[in-house]
């Protein structure tokens, strides 16, 4: 599986973003996120390691999922050779990258073989369901399209039972405690903001540390243009600040 290693100027070892690309599981490379992950891995002084996980349709559910638990293990398990702190792990990620970011983080604590310190979900898909409000009201002309997630949820699926599934719903999970420290950004005119808003609440409730902000005037991926928009830059910012708290954090409660 390839990855890109984004490594910050200083000495080490550094806190680690493991981050995972949007596209619908479908389309999308580590090209695509090359900006975030430059701007994250400075910004943060974090290494940032993205993942080419394997893509739909010729690789369905759960493939991107295993993959991307898989990346974030093999960072814990290798992070003397890549001058990454193991203690000071996030995963994040934006779109359907997001939507693995929250399942990582579910398989973490539910496998019970890693500990991660922050999830960064950029408007995140959480759940096989077009019913929202801002499904209605976000269906066309604002870039990604409910027609649009059909499509992607339609390739990455083998069956309606998967999207029952936590590892591809994750706001349908039964239990959201234990989960690491969240920042959930999503933005106004998303058809995915409701159910990513939903998704925070949800680890709230859980009594899960969450960082949610709605971006007011945002399309759907507004994170990966931080040149032309002066919110998509802000955005990085706020999520560069997020990861710094948090592994600050880490090392006082290490």
């Known amino acids: 599986m390839p990855v890109r290693i984004y490594v910050p100027e200083g000495e080490g070892p550094f806190p680690a973003l493991v981050y995972y690309h949007g596209g619908g599981w479908v389309i999308g490379n580590l090209d695509t996120v090359d900006v975030p992950c430059r701007m994250l891995a400075n910004r943060a002084n974090c290494v940032v390691v993205s993942v080419d996980y394997r ?53 973490a604590r539910d ?92 680890l709230q409730e859980a009594g899960v540390q969450v960082e949610a902000t709605r971006y007011d005037g945002m399309i759907h991926g507004f994170f990966w243009m931080p040149a032309t928009l002066t919110q998509g830059k802000k955005s990085i910012e706020q999520a560069a600040d997020a990861l710094k708290q948090a592994f600050q954090g880490s090392i006082a409660s290490a």
């Open 111 to 202: 496998k019970g073989e890693i500990s991660l310190a922050y999830q960064m979900l950029i408007y995140p898909v959480t759940n096989h369901s077009y019913a929202t409000e801002s499904y209605t009201e976000n269906a066309d002309g604002y870039l990604l399209t409910k027609d649009s997630m059909i499509w992607f949820w339609n390739h990455y699926l083998n069956n309606e039972e998967d999207g029952q599934n936590p590892y591809a719903s994750p706001l349908l999970a039964s239990d959201l405690s234990g989960l690491p420290p969240a920042l959930v950004l999503t933005g106004e005119f998303d058809p995915l903001r409701d159910e990513g808003e939903a998704y925070a609440k949800r």
């Open 55 to 107: 893509l739909a349709p010729e690789h369905k559910f759960p493939a991107a999922a295993e993959d991307s638990y898989a990346a974030v293990k093999w960072v814990v398990d290798h992070a003397d050779s890549i001058n990454v702190d193991a203690n000071r792990v996030a995963v994040g990620g934006d779109s359907a990258g997001g939507n693995l970011a929250a399942v990582v983080a579910l398989m």
